[in-house]
């Protein structure tokens, strides 16, 4: 079975704090893909991130990075110096064994405020 | 913005009625996503269609159905509708049809069903 664990359903922090959502992945196959997405407050949700199965460098973008570990089934999302702005819902998903399609499976979403 | 477009963007209606969903992918998409998400059952994958054609279904319900159009804008179709389908529906547009194409969302139809 496929499956997306994002335990931590809220998070609170102050601006300017680091903070890491974690996300837990489990898949039988051996190619597959991870994803990052971000809901804020508006409803719309906004890709951040693809990552492959065969892939395992650390990525950053900017005040964002992300940390993915194939031996503990993790793909965890790091914000630097949190700012008001990144208070969102954010969704880790998978996608994999999709011969013909691509059909994304989330987490439950962690639900991050920043406070100022 | 994603390029992607829903209308309408809010929907209220009763139980029993019949409401269309309607998608735009971005330019170039082939492939067109719907999925739902609810307070109880977070985001789920309904089905995808690809240049015309169903691709893979996820957990849609019966009542609904979806088809793709040669332009390659898509259409959801809730009948019969109940207080528990009232949830947002997003719609989101890749390329092709594969896991390791990201997927662009739109905005999202909200639907209460009252």
Redesign the interface.
């Known amino acids: 079975a496929q499956k997306v664990t994002q335990a931590q359903t809220e998070i609170s922090v102050v601006e300017k704090e680091d903070v890491t959502l974690d996300c837990v992945y489990e898949t039988r196959d051996t190619?597959?893909?991870l994803?990052w997405?971000k809901q804020p407050p508006?409803?719309?949700?906004?890709?951040l991130i693809?990552r492959?199965s065969f892939d395992e460098q650390n990525e950053i973008s900017g005040r964002y990075s992300w940390n993915f570990q194939k031996s503990t089934s993790s793909f965890n999302f790091t914000i630097t110096a949190s700012q008001v702005v990144d208070s969102a819902v954010y969704?880790c998903a998978l996608?994999?064994?999709?011969n013909?399609?691509?059909?994304?499976?989330?987490?439950?979403?962690t639900e991050l405020s920043v406070k100022p | 913005d994603s390029g992607v477009t829903q209308t309408p963007k809010h929907l209220i209606t009763a139980t029993g009625q019949r409401v269309t969903l309607r998608c735009s992918p971005r330019s170039g998409d082939l492939s067109v996503y719907w999925y739902q998400q609810s307070l109880d059952q977070g985001l789920q994958f309904l089905i995808q269609y690809y240049n015309g054609e169903e691709r893979a279904k996820g957990n849609i319900l019966e009542r609904f159905s979806a088809q793709q159009f040669p332009d390659l804008h898509s259409e959801l179709n809730l009948s019969s509708l109940e207080l528990g389908d009232s949830a947002l529906y997003f719609c989101a547009s890749s390329v092709a049809s594969a896991d390791s194409y990201e997927q662009y969302f739109g905005p999202g139809t909200r639907l209460t069903v009252t």
């Open positions: 190619t597959y893909y994803f997405y508006s409803g719309e949700l906004v890709f693809r492959n969704f996608s994999a064994g999709n013909q399609g691509g059909k994304l499976i989330f987490g439950q979403g």
